[in-house]
């Protein structure tokens, strides 16, 4: 019950704009040992399974209950729902770097850091945050759905690496939301068979990075957390009283984040 309570957080952080549901991972001490299982599914399926399952259960009803609501907030008041955003982002920053410092600091961990730091201010030139929601029903079409669910496959075991940008970056983002708060299959289905696939081999890599490059890998993650955040707060500022509860919602955000995962690691 309390891994599956951790899922629905992570389908949260999913959605969000700028946030990665994997760095959530990180914070609740479950990254690594999803990416064990996963990577060793078939070894000893009973067990992996039986640890996989409640978190995955709750990443899936995280992301469709919150999605419709993440959807209007972005519509109705998007500066103020993108400075919170921010604000959640950065409470999990500490959470990260003491994880990435568990088994000790090397200054040349500083090179995999910079070095992410700038490809993922570099993903944010392309980044449209688009709301475009056509879908097309078409058999063409299914190969762009089935991108998604390789994109939210990344983005889910690559912390740090916003699904948001890249679906934006290939104009899906709009898509993806609309079809998850209006459960259409024709966009799902593919979209779950990718993200499937994408997960089980990508997983195998992150497995072996972890044991062999553990600060590099971590602290890789960092920057490219640390990169969404331009993206966040990529808009025209208004000094008028809505941006100072803003600013102050965000400061809340900041304080609950930080406090609440010390509690629920």
Not at 1 to 23: C, D, E, Q, T, Y
Not at 54 to 77: A, Q
Not at 97 to 121: N, R, V, W
Not at 132 to 159: A, C, E, M, R, W
Request: glycine share 6%; net charge positive.
């Amino acid at each position: 019950m309390i891994n599956f309570i951790k899922g629905i957080f992570v389908g949260i952080f999913n959605i969000i704009p700028g946030l990665s549901g994997s760095a959530l991972l990180i914070i609740l001490n479950l990254y690594e040992k999803c990416i064990e299982a996963i990577s060793n599914i078939f070894k000893k399926p009973k067990e992996n399974l039986l640890f996989l399952i409640p978190i995955g259960l709750g990443i899936i009803i995280g992301t469709f209950i919150f999605s419709k609501i993440i959807l209007f907030l972005i519509n109705k008041y998007p500066t103020s729902t993108f400075i919170v955003f921010t604000g959640f982002l950065i409470g999990t920053l500490p959470h990260l770097f003491k994880e990435a410092t568990k088994q000790g600091f090397k200054d040349s961990y500083l090179i995999p850091f910079i070095i992410a730091i700038s490809l993922g201010i570099a993903l944010l030139l392309f980044d449209t945050k688009d709301i475009t929601y056509q879908i097309d029903y078409n058999l063409i079409s299914l190969s762009k759905y089935f991108l998604i669910g390789v994109i939210l496959s990344i983005s889910t075991i690559i912390p740090g690496i916003s699904s948001t940008i890249l679906l934006s970056l290939f104009n899906l983002y709009g898509i993806y939301i609309y079809s998850l708060s209006s459960l259409n299959m024709f966009v799902l289905i593919p979209t779950a068979i990718g993200l499937i696939l994408t997960t089980f081999l990508i997983s195998k890599i992150i497995n072996k990075l972890l044991k062999k490059y553990y600060g590099y890998t971590y602290f890789s993650i960092i920057g490219f957390t640390i990169s969404t955040i331009p993206s966040l707060l990529n808009f025209q500022i208004n000094l008028n009283m809505n941006f100072v509860i803003s600013i102050i919602l965000g400061i809340i955000a900041f304080i609950i984040t930080n406090k609440t995962f010390k509690v629920i690691k």
